[in-house]
């Protein structure tokens, strides 16, 4: 498979502080990469410079083979833990935001047709993301689970090449979580999307992704432990997608007594 | 039950808030029948009745100088001093608090200047500004805008630059630019604390409005309440002290009125 993201030699410092020394990564399209790693081991300095908020202290990151501008742009989506979505819009305009942007760039709003066609474009997304009874509420009525599930629908709407989530359900509780989990494997496979998700939940990292990377210091110097930064030490490749809807469709076949008619209605 | 766990009732608590206030107008009225007993012709704590009588002059006879009802010409040139200020100080910190809190750049040109602005006692501008600009409108409500501006603008810029990273940053993976983000991101965001700003404004714009026409004026609040001082004029100074009073709560109320009926989301409602 063809790489869309490629990092080549990586290296973030801050100050005399190295975060991240030499990475090298390519990541495939389609893909669900989750990044785990111990605090402080450059999971989200990774995920800052793949985003483009931060510009890497050397090296070069290629979408497509053409280097990325160290600016956040629209083929790149983002799911903070927290603040992800904006407080004074509704659920629907919050989604609508991003069309808004595309397509009128001096007032960001659009009228008439265009905006009744992204209005419905966008109803449809938060559909999908399950909020479709949630179109006029603000951030501040929905659950943390619900505004989890805005922000995935508002970066969404905009077809990014890849999505990246910054431990966006760590702040939930368990059972919301695995809601989430289902809601994100199934956006994954409609959309055929190419996640990279940093978590603290090895669990999560494991269940939801195609490939794990594990984010650590490779050596370390007792007398100055940081001049020497993280990379990536363990790189596992699981079932891909293909692997995985196999699997899912062969536990359908299986049930034979009818235990998910409930769920197929 | 501890006090700190006192909730009061809606009603309870005007109830409470009126005792403080009627006892003092009571403290008020003893104090100055006291004195009126004593000598019929007091004039430091004049009674309630003298009041009305020497209010009653200013607000329902025409002055035989100028032809007009001077409690009314007083109230309009005040208000319309302080509303043509605090107009100018809104836009002003509008335009400039959202452009110095969302580009780094123009906090970094601008910013140490704003707060040199901020920080000169803008009494001390009155004489510069009764020189430059002469002893009319202008100067009165050039003060105005010089006193409150800066801080209003420093709030917003404040408020502005502390809005989460995050959000700045969702919002150019929707394709927002810097000029998308400001109107679309900041500025809604900015309007809540804008309407807050301009409540925390109102006290001071009202101080240099009195002080600007305490010195140089021929109508206004302020000026008849220093005129009337030379004749140790109580009955009419106290009043006009509670008309000012009370038109600075209706704007406070208004104001918050305004605020929550335009921007619910910031005020937590219905959540």
């Not at chain 2, 309440?225 to 008309?243: C, E, G, H, K, N």
């Amino acid at each position: 498979m063809s790489a869309l993201l490629s990092l080549r030699d990586i290296w973030v410092e801050y100050g005399d502080k190295i975060v991240l020394e030499k990475v090298d990564l390519d990541i495939a399209a389609g893909s669900f990469v989750s990044i785990v790693g111990p605090s402080g081991a450059g999971k989200s300095s990774l995920l800052r410079v793949i985003l483009g908020q931060e510009a890497p202290t050397r090296g070069t990151i290629l979408l497509d083979g053409t280097p990325l501008a160290p600016e956040c742009g629209p083929d790149r989506g983002v799911v903070f833990q927290r603040y992800s979505v904006f407080p004074h819009l509704s659920a629907l305009r919050n989604t609508v935001f991003g069309l808004e942007c595309a397509q009128a760039p001096f007032s960001a709003r659009l009228f008439g047709k265009a905006r009744r066609a992204a209005l419905d474009e966008s109803a449809a997304m938060l559909a999908a993301v399950g909020l479709g009874d949630s179109l006029h509420l603000y951030p501040a009525q929905l659950s943390g689970g619900m505004q989890q599930r805005l922000a995935i629908a508002q970066a969404l709407i905009k077809r990014p090449r890849i999505l990246l989530l910054d431990e966006p359900f760590g702040a939930l509780d368990p059972g919301i979580r695995s809601d989430m989990h289902a809601l994100i494997t199934q956006l994954w496979r409609d959309y055929s999307l190419t996640i990279i998700m940093v978590t603290h939940d090895i669990r999560e990292a494991f269940t939801l992704g195609t490939r794990v990377l594990a984010l650590d210091k490779r050596r370390h110097d007792p007398h100055a432990p940081h001049r020497f930064g993280a990379t990536a030490v363990y790189d596992l490749h699981l079932k891909d997608r293909n692997d995985r809807a196999a699997d899912e469709d062969k536990s359908i076949t299986i049930d034979s007594i009818g235990n998910n008619e409930e769920d197929a209605a | 039950m501890r006090w700190v766990n006192r909730q009061m009732r809606r009603s309870d608590r005007l109830l409470l808030g009126l005792v403080p206030i009627l006892l003092l107008l009571l403290f008020y009225v003893v104090m100055a029948a006291q004195r009126h007993a004593a000598n019929p012709a007091d004039k430091i704590l004049p009674l309630p009745s003298g009041m009305a009588e020497g209010m009653s002059a200013l607000l329902f006879e025409a002055d035989p100088l100028s032809g007009q009802f001077l409690f009314w010409a007083d109230t309009l040139a005040s208000l319309q001093r302080l509303g043509i200020g605090l107009g100018i100080a809104t836009l002003l910190t509008l335009i400039v608090g959202l452009v110095l809190g969302t580009l780094p750049p123009v906090r970094a040109t601008f910013g140490p200047l704003v707060t040199g602005i901020a920080v000169i006692p803008p009494i001390a501008l009155l004489p510069i500004l009764f020189i430059a600009l002469g002893l009319g409108e202008t100067a009165k409500v050039a003060l105005i805008v010089l006193g409150i501006a800066p801080v209003m603008v420093r709030d917003i810029a404040a408020h502005v630059a502390a809005l989460p990273r995050e959000q700045i940053i969702k919002a150019q993976t929707l394709g927002a630019g810097s000029w998308q983000i400001m109107i679309r991101v900041a500025l809604p965001q900015a309007m809540p604390r804008l309407f807050h700003a301009m409540r925390l404004a109102l006290g001071p714009a009202w101080v240099f409005l009195i002080s600007a026409e305490a010195i140089a004026s021929d109508v206004g609040l302020g000026y008849r309440i220093f005129l009337v001082r030379r004749y140790l004029s109580m009955d009419i100074i106290i009043p006009y002290v509670a008309w000012i009073t009370l038109l600075a709560i209706l704007m406070d109320v208004a104001l918050t009125f305004m605020s929550r009926r335009s921007f619910p989301w910031a005020h937590g409602e219905s959540h």
